[in-house]
């Protein structure tokens, strides 16, 4: 059975997964790389700055989604904004080549908890294996 542990290690181990939000009506689609645990939460991390940043704003829905090793992980969650200093830090001590655009008291960072998430491993060869948190 897989757990939240097993998403935050696939998404670490793929590198770079592709995270959706609406823009209007308008999926937009683009490459991220980050995802970090901070007090048992899974979170991912953007700058104020981006349009990304202004579409999670208007609306929460995200779909994450990566492939390594023939087997593919999609995670729809609610990205809730934690605007606190701690949560920034963490993140950016996990992701410590991202200091020299980003810091945790720029104004700029931040991170976004990923709630009431269903994540799904799929393959061609075995069931889908399907987990809540």
Avoid at 46 to 54: E, H, Q
Avoid at 80 to 88: C, G, S
Avoid at 111 to 119: D, G, H, K
Avoid at 121 to 131: G, I, K, N, R, Y
Wanted: hydrophobic share 35%.
């Amino acid at each position: 059975m897989k757990t939240k542990e097993d998403v935050l290690r696939f998404l670490k181990e793929a590198g770079t997964y592709y995270l959706a939000t609406l823009d209007g009506t308008q999926p937009r689609v683009r490459p991220f790389g980050t995802i970090n645990e901070f007090e048992g939460k899974l979170y991912i991390q953007t700058g104020k700055k981006k349009s990304v940043s202004l579409q999670i704003h208007k609306n929460p829905k995200i779909e994450i989604c990566a492939f390594k090793d023939g087997v593919w992980l999609r995670v729809a969650a609610d990205a809730v904004e934690d605007d606190r200093r701690e949560a920034r830090k963490s993140m950016l001590d996990a992701y410590p080549e991202l200091r020299n655009m980003y810091d945790e008291d720029d104004g700029n960072t931040e991170v976004f908890a990923l709630e009431n998430a269903t994540a799904v491993f799929s393959s061609f060869t075995a069931p889908d294996e399907s987990l809540t948190f």
